[in-house]
């Protein structure tokens, strides 16, 4: 016996439902992380690191931190990675077996995302031309604006591309985490491109390939794995479109950043400044200084205004499609009474009796399909709220939401999993740090974090202190080092007289730091009476000791030191 229609779900939805389920899924896990192999954090140095591979593209550039050339980054299990992109510049889509997390060091772009299953709400009309509609209309998922301070998150296996429509340079600083544990590979940084064949960010051994055999074979996109003639009938296009998708012309065959002729033209909202512009034309062309008739139609480019009023009236439209067809019946039928009364007066009181049943009957039919549209656009707002319009991106650089101010030493933004809910699934978090001139980060470690640091600004003087107790690192920063620092390995920061600007990467979503000093710290929070049996102090040191330095993780040097970095040394 086959089940009602109501119990019949489609595709669509059972695939957003179980996403949403392993997503959740994976939040509860209590290991996050794949385990690091024996005495891989016993480190008895670490160093601000320099990128160790670079691929120029046609339109940008790409540097490499790869974890297989420096201990401290097989220790944290992450990689990382700096992409600059040029004006026009577009980065190729692609995907990765492990959770990603951007930041905008510099610049204005977009970045577009393919999360399977979910709606492409970005549609251009369709418009006309003649009375005959033109090429198919264009529609994609949704697309998100980038700018400097952005931090972006990008889920394991969903394809993405980037693009640069700004004037500057757009530099992005991406974390790989490749030990998570929604990485089922290895921890060997694998990118999967869907166009190009671009050169291989991250070089790897294989046992398999044969004496003699070109590395240039390993370069290829996911298309060109697949016979040509099986994707031909998949795609039901031409063999010269096969071709294209599998090797594209030479221009473009081996760069990760193409260049855009012309700019690229895509279905966006505008901007704020571009609102504004338009209101301000319209408003001079509306005082004569270019007054154009309300019927006139530009057919090349029509306006935004144009377009949210054609959305508007399709959208009014199709809800009172329906609603107006039942209504014309309704009228239709009571025309045709009415004729028919005025011929057979003597059955007026049977046929009136049978309008009333029709239309009772034509409105319960009204009632039942406005129940039906609201309960499948209940269904579908679900299920698209909690997965296709996930919150991924959070501006970690905006002064006004810090977390942690001091007007001297300088302020702290903190984006979590609960600014942030998506890092949830994801075991990431970061922390934007800018310290002023001669402003301290006092010593504290991450209690369930490893962390990756990377200068984009100033200068600034870092120590990091082992679980011996040795110092592994001491030296000074300026932006481009990077820096890792394990988890519990003490840390401490001081900015120089440009001041320090750093992003920090942490690989748990609700990363925690403890201070070694000043309030709330492991030295404040201890018995005096304790302190004192331990370090053989007096009353009168430990009194000094715990109460002399009453800031919080943002400090200010001693002011009998005038000499910049002193404090540190």
Not at 365 to 391: W, Y
Request: hydrophobic letters at 30%.
């Amino acid at each position: 016996m086959a089940k009602p229609k109501s119990y019949l779900i489609n595709y669509h939805y059972r695939y957003l439902l179980s996403l949403l389920i392993f997503t959740c899924t994976c939040s509860a896990r209590q290991l996050p992380r794949q385990p690091s192999e024996f005495n891989e954090c016993q480190l008895d140095s670490i160093d601000a690191l320099e990128p160790d591979n670079r691929i120029q593209s046609e339109a940008g550039l790409t540097e490499i931190w790869d974890a297989n050339h420096h201990p401290e980054l097989r220790c944290a299990g992450v990689s990382v990675l700096k992409r600059t992109i040029n004006t026009n510049g577009l980065h190729l889509p692609s995907y990765v077996a492990y959770p990603e997390l951007h930041f905008v060091e510099q610049g204005t772009g977009v970045l577009g995302m393919a999360i399977p299953g979910c709606a492409e709400t970005y549609e251009e009309p369709q418009w006309e031309k003649g009375g005959r509609p033109q090429l198919q209309q264009d529609r994609h998922q949704k697309v998100r604006y980038l700018k400097q301070g952005d931090l972006i998150a990008i889920p394991p296996g969903v394809p993405y591309w980037t693009y640069n429509y700004g004037d500057t340079p757009l530099i992005i600083i991406t974390l790989l985490d490749t030990s998570n544990k929604l990485n089922q590979l290895d921890r060997i940084p694998r990118r999967f491109y869907l166009a190009g064949n671009p050169e291989t960010e991250h070089q790897e051994k294989q046992s398999g390939r044969k004496h003699g055999e070109e590395q240039e074979e390993e370069s290829n996109n996911m298309f060109s794995g697949f016979d040509s003639r099986f994707l031909g009938q998949v795609l039901k296009v031409k063999e010269s479109i096969i071709k294209k998708l599998q090797s594209p012309d030479e221009e473009h065959r081996k760069h990760q950043i193409i260049h855009v002729k012309g700019g690229l033209s895509i279905i966006r909202p505008p901007l704020e400044p571009e609102i504004r512009s338009e209101e301000a034309k319209t408003h001079r062309e509306h005082h004569g200084e270019k007054k154009v008739e309300e019927e006139e139609v530009v057919e090349d480019e029509p306006g935004k205004r144009e377009h949210r009023k054609w959305r508007k009236e399709t959208r009014q439209h199709r809800e009172g499609e329906g609603e107006g067809e039942e209504e014309e019946v309704v009228e239709e039928k009571e025309t045709k009474t009415k004729e028919r009364f005025s011929h057979h007066g003597e059955r007026k009181t049977r046929r009136g009796e049978r309008r009333e049943a029709e239309e009772e009957e034509l409105k319960e039919e009204k009632q039942s399909r406005t129940r039906t549209r609201e309960h499948e656009g209940q269904r579908g707002n679900f299920l698209e709220e909690t997965v296709c319009t996930l919150k991924l991106h959070e501006n970690i650089a905006d002064p006004s939401r810090a977390d942690v101010f001091n007007p001297r030493a300088g302020r702290i933004n903190t984006v979590n999993s609960l600014t942030l809910p998506v890092l949830k699934s994801l075991h990431l978090s970061a922390q934007w740090v800018n310290l002023y001139k001669d402003g301290i980060f006092v010593p504290h470690w991450n209690m369930n974090a490893n962390s990756v640091l990377y200068v984009t600004r100033g200068r600034g003087w870092v120590q990091v202190v082992n679980n011996e107790g040795k110092s592994v690192f001491k030296g000074e920063v300026k932006r481009g080092k990077l820096l890792a620092v394990p988890q519990n390995f003490a840390v401490a920061e001081q900015a120089g007289n440009e001041g320090l600007e750093y992003i920090v990467f942490k690989t748990n979503d609700r990363a925690e730091i403890s201070t070694m000093i000043g309030r709330d710290s492991a030295i404040s929070a201890t018995p005096a009476e304790v302190l004192g049996h331990v370090f053989g102090l007096s009353p009168q040191e430990v009194n000094e000791l715990k109460n002399n330095r009453n800031e919080g993780v943002l400090a200010t040097p001693d002011s009998r030191i005038h000499d910049g970095y002193i404090a540190m040394v």
